[in-house]
């Protein structure tokens, strides 16, 4: 038996979508039973109409939420607001990786010899290789490191 919390969280890619995974798992005689609404049980004698009912429901409610998020941004982006993710501030020693550069070592040697950072979430954790590139590339901007050739 395959048990979900809800049909849509299950799928949200409509009824031709859900009505050939249900048959997918009805030769291979599994269940489905929907945590949320029981009356989606597959065992019941409704389960061949209600299903593609609900997972065409679940389409339209994923449209309309898509919608609403985007309307959403579009207006916290007229008012200014930052929209997305936060920009990543990297910890990284810039002068640091400016001389193990300049003393030809590679990304990746780089990234072994620095010390690890603290993380947003307070952790100890090693930068990414990614992270120092980004320091070299902005050596010098905005940063009191002295300029070292590539």
Known sequence: MLVAWSLDRFSREGEWSVSRIMATLQDWRVQFYSYNEPFLDTTGPFAGFLIPLFAWLARQESIRRG???????????????????????????????????????????????????????????????????????????GHQTEEVGP
Do not use: N, Y
């Open 67 to 141: 919608k609403a998020v985007r309307l959403g941004m579009e207006q916290a982006k007229a008012r200014g607001k930052a929209v997305g993710r936060p920009a990543v501030v990297d910890k990284v020693d810039a002068e640091l990786v400016a001389r193990l550069r300049a003393q030809g070592m590679s990304w990746r040697e780089i990234a072994e010899a620095h010390p690890p950072v603290k993380s947003a979430s307070g952790r100890k954790v090693r930068p990414s290789v990614g992270s120092f590139r980004r320091a070299w590339e902005t050596r010098g901007k």
